[in-house]
C-alpha cells in the first residue's frame, strides 16, 4: 500500500506558476511510474503528465506542452509538477497517482494509488 499526499495548491492569477509536490509513504517509490491528473466538477479525470521510475522519460498532454514539468526525487520519495503560464480554466484539483512498473501510462485506471488532490485555482 503506497500513501500519496500531495501539497502546493492554491490561488494564484492568470499566467503565474505553482509547484506541486506528492509526498510518498515508502521507500519502494522507485519502484512506481508517477502520473499527475486533473479532475473538473462534474467531469472525468484528466491526463496532465507522468513519468517513468527513473525520472528519465516523460510526457505531457498536449495543452500542458512547454509549461508544465513533471519531475521526482527518489531519494525523498518526492514527485513535482511544475506549472508555468496558468490559464484559469486550469482551476481544477489536480492529483497525483502512482503505477507499479517503470512506465507510465496516460489512462487514469492504470494507476494503482492515488492522492487526496490538491485544489489549483486560477483567477483572471
Known amino acids: 500500500q503506497v500513501q500519496l499526499v500531495e501539497s502546493g495548491g492554491g490561488l494564484v492569477q492568470a499566467g503565474g506558476s505553482l509547484r506541486l509536490s506528492c509526498a510518498a509513504s515508502q521507500r519502494t517509490f522507485s519502484r512506481y511510474a508517477m502520473g499527475w491528473f486533473r479532475q473538473a466538477p462534474g467531469a472525468e479525470r484528466e491526463f496532465v503528465a507522468a513519468v517513468t521510475w527513473s525520472g528519465a522519460i516523460s510526457d505531457y498532454a498536449d495543452s500542458v506542452k512547454g509549461r508544465f514539468t513533471i519531475s521526482r526525487d527518489n531519494a525523498k520519495n518526492t514527485a513535482y509538477l511544475q506549472m508555468n503560464s496558468l490559464k484559469p480554466e486550469e482551476s481544477d484539483v489536480y492529483y497525483c497517482?502512482?503505477?507499479?512498473?517503470?512506465?507510465?501510462?496516460?489512462?487514469?485506471?492504470?494507476?494503482?494509488?492515488w492522492g487526496q488532490g490538491t485544489q489549483v485555482t486560477v483567477s483572471s
Open positions: 497517482a502512482a503505477k507499479g512498473g517503470s512506465l507510465y501510462s496516460k489512462s487514469s485506471g492504470d494507476y494503482d494509488y
